[in-house]
């Protein structure tokens, strides 16, 4: 009778809950004990009608919330307080599963619009099933599948960001045959060292096992968390055959399934490698890692794949993702500087890995080479698409017969890997400032000359394109070259007050562009011809400050942030005018890439032309603020360099 | 420190721990905390009948409320063999049977365990004065002394809700109006459950109970003095 008194005690409680979750989907198809356990674990909470249970963006989910009785409205608020209604759910709906899955704060606002009784189930316990409960995985995956609009909420939030329909589109129209990679296989019996040797050369991080005796029927898979888990973890000899740690048989898909499809197979299943069937035969193996990369918002895993590609051309599609990927830091609210930055690296990385490529195509270079980045590539400063500006620095040839092969050989070089940079979405140069023009393609020496001349006889006709140049830094290759040539840059610049006093000039020549903002005024309802020209008028002052002065100073950075910021922490500006100053100029920089963003979504190539039309009156007022530290830099500049 | 419950002279000369403990629990207690700080057990016996000279406890249900939630993890209930058992009348009213009463332990055994779940909590009924005359009478006569939990009565809340609504706060009740755990819950449109067994009657007495406490609380009531307050006429 014991028994009796035990049930007594534990089993009672959960009664209330066991009958509410049965009744709704997709608890209804979890068994007695499950649901049993799980009914002990949830709590009730009521919320009278007009309470707010979820603010977007804010509230971490500590639970999932099932209505069991009441209603709420879910909604979103943009930056200036309008709100779009997005959803009622009522009895038996659910709140917060896709922010809990996702692991991100809430994404929508929720309020009761009457009194309203919830379960709470916690979070940890709800995670469990979706792993654990394919139809959990199913229901839910399935249900976002309408609404997997995340990136369009984020759109609404940050309303200058235009909204586009087709985000998450290409999860609905490619078909895992378009993506399936090169098959990659192994006979059962070969050992796992062999196997581990083939899936590091080939950098991929899984291989389909074939039958010994027929190379097309595929028996198993094996992948990295195999030789990790089955192999180094257990201290399993490497020379056992592999079929000893592969997972057979393999699950497949076929290659006209949807990604979509079988990213949702992925996740209900927890299999991540899944073997792509083609008229019956195996024609490769897609991961989940590949159908992520789709989406392309990840700078990670873009940068990933930029690492492993084996061919240049496969480069020109992953280049063309860097907006998307940018894209997506933008509408988290990213810095400018940061985006910039994250450009920078994904633009170095195609860079690398291309002339890596080309390097094994061409045959190694006769001579260590630099390529340099130059203007606002070599400060770090690129936006969208920015025009191509380098040029290749080798050391210098000890004879007539290598400056010879040299001269063929990074000819050639640049030829090919100027091509396939435009091929890659970055346009060519119209001041032919690349390293195909022969000019800009020159051994160490010639170089320093170049700098020697334009120091020492500064011409100010020829400074005006000569000062990108003093952006340089090394892109691929020997940097220690461009070391060597900064070195003597500014052993050179040391007193050179002429050259100095031309460049402090030149920049003080861009007209404070105040008048942009009467003109607006004055033509509130004629066309607005004066559009700024942002980069010009707004940003090249300050990259002319800085570089003066990092000149003048001898600091080795290239990038305007990071100029003012050597030149603050050496005290030769003030703190307060490089806040003043990193500020304005970061702002801009915002302002350009929003701009630019909007353009290459609208199918529009991007330009510099901010139409004061579309600034609202907060962004209007802080361009003029960050105009007025314009006026500031000038002092500076005019009380070094007097006009007497 | 055992006591000797089979000795009765020890009985009132020294209550037994659990009392003691409860005591000091309730010596300090501070009704200016705010709601959510406060831990509730709500409670419903089931009795043989209302006399409380000659009928017993046959049962009691429980749920703690922690945080302003039902807690479903945390909760009690147990049937108790009373000392007359062939005299008990409410098995059907009670869908308890004979066998289950017979089979259960008595309630110096359960008792004990009640006091224990319950802690530190405040006791939550609907007429909680009822169930409590019950409770303590058990527990002067089985452990010397009386629990010193403070009680909350929902009967007294939903008066005091709907002395709100109405703006009377001084009126004469309306002797019309029903306050029955079944009628307030429909009138308040809680979720429903069938009824008559102690631990649904405590958890429908704790959906009413939640209800009140946020409505108050949303009405700007944010202290456990505050409730009180409403709730007293």
Known sequence: ?644 | MMVNLLKPGSWFASPHPLIIKNRETFSRFDQSRPLAEYSFVVCDTELTGFDQKKDEIISIGAVMIRNLQIDLGTTFHRYIRPINIEHTKATLVHRITPQQLAAAPPLEEVLPAFIEFAKNSLLVGHCVTLDMGFLNRAARKILGGTLSNPGIDTIRMAQGYRRVLSGHFHGEEDGSRSYSLEDLTKEYHLPTFKSHDAFEDAMQTAYLFLFLLKKFRKGGLLTLKDIYRAGRV
Request: proline share 4%.
């Open chain 1, 1 to 644: 009778m014991t028994t009796f008194r035990e049930n007594d005690v534990h089993a009672v409680a959960p009664e209330v809950a066991i009958s509410f979750l049965k009744g709704i989907m997709p608890f209804n198809t979890l068994n007695a004990n499950t649901l049993k356990s799980l009914a002990r674990h949830c709590r009730i909470d009521f919320f009278p009608k007009g309470t707010r249970i979820l603010t977007a963006d804010t509230t971490e989910l500590t639970h999932l919330f099932l209505i069991q009785q009441g209603g709420v409205k879910a909604f979103l608020e943009d930056d200036n307080g309008e709100v779009t209604l997005k959803d009622f759910r009522g009895e038996g709906a659910y709140i917060g599963a896709l922010a809990i899955i996702r692991g991100t704060p809430a994404n929508l606002n929720i309020e009761t619009v009457e009194d309203t009784f919830c379960f709470l189930l916690p979070r940890e316990i709800f995670l469990d099933l979706i792993e654990k409960q394919a139809s959990f995985a199913h229901y839910y995956l399935k249900s976002f599948s309408e609404k997997i609009v995340t990136t369009a909420y984020n759109e609404l939030r940050h309303h200058k960001v235009a909204r586009r329909s087709n985000e998450d589109l290409y999860l609905f129209s490619i078909k895992v045959g378009d993506l399936v990679k090169d098959l990659r296989k192994v006979v059962a019996s070969a050992t796992i060292q062999e196997a581990a040797a083939h899936m590091s050369e080939h950098r991929v991080g899984c291989l389909l096992v074939h039958d010994t005796a027929d190379a097309e029927k595929i028996v198993g898979i094996i992948t990295d968390r195999d030789l990790r888990r089955k192999v180094v973890a257990a201290g399993l000899d490497y020379q056992q055959p592999v079929q000893t740690i592969m997972s057979g048989p393999v699950q497949t898909v076929l290659s006209q399934s949807l990604c979509f499809d079988v990213l949702l197979k992925m996740m209900a299943t927890g299999v991540h490698h899944l073997a792509v069937e083609r008229a019956g035969r195996i024609i490769g193996v897609i991961t989940s890692h590949d159908i992520m990369l789709l989406q392309g918002h990840s700078p990670y895993y873009l940068l990933k794949e930029i690492r492993a590609q084996q061919q240049i051309p496969g480069l020109y599609p992953l280049a063309q993702k860097i907006p998307e990927v940018i894209r997506g830091l933008i509408s988290e609210g990213a810095k400018a500087g940061n985006i910039t930055q994250m450009i920078a690296i994904l633009n170095d990385h195609i860079l690398e890995r291309m002339l890596t490529l080309l390097e094994q195509e061409m045959g190694m270079p006769p001579l260590p080479y630099c390529w340099l980045l130059l203007g606002s590539e070599g400060r770090r400063e690129q936006t969208f698409k920015t025009d191509q500006d380098n040029a290749i620095i080798y050391a210098d040839p000890a004879d007539e017969a290598q400056k010879h092969k040299a001269e063929t050989y990074f000819k050639a070089f640049a030829d090919k890997a100027i091509d396939h940079l435009v091929n890659c979405g970055y346009p060519l140069c119209p001041g032919e400032v690349m390293a195909i023009n022969p000019r800009w393609c020159q051994p160490l020496s010639v170089w320093k000359h170049y700098f020697e001349r334009w120091i020492a006889e500064p011409d100010p006709q020829e400074l005006r394109y000569a000062t990108i140049f003093f952006d340089f830094r090394p892109g691929f290759g020997e940097s220690a070259l461009a070391e060597d040539l900064r070195t003597h840059l500014n052993r050179q610049i040391a007193g050179r007050d002429l050259f100095l006093f031309h460049l402090a000039r030149q920049c003080m020549e861009t007209r404070i562009p105040l008048s942009f903002f009467k003109n607006f005024i004055v033509e509130k309802d004629g066309e607005h011809k004066n559009r700024l020209d942002i980069k010009r008028q707004g940003l090249s002052p300050f990259v002319y400050f800085a570089r003066v002065l990092a000149l003048k100073y001898g600091v080795k950075e290239t990038n305007t942030l990071a100029r003012l910021k050597a030149l603050m922490d050496g005290e030769w500006i003030q703190r307060e005018l490089w806040s003043a100053a990193s500020e304005a100029y970061e702002l801009q920089m915002q302002q350009r890439l929003v701009h630019q963003l909007r353009q290459i979504e609208a199918g529009v190539l991007p330009d510099n032309y901010i139409d004061p039309a579309d600034l609202s009156d907060l962004e209007r007022r802080m361009l003029k603020d960050a105009f007025t530290v314009i006026e500031r830099l000038y002092g500076v500049l005019g009380q070094m360099y007097p006009v007497t």
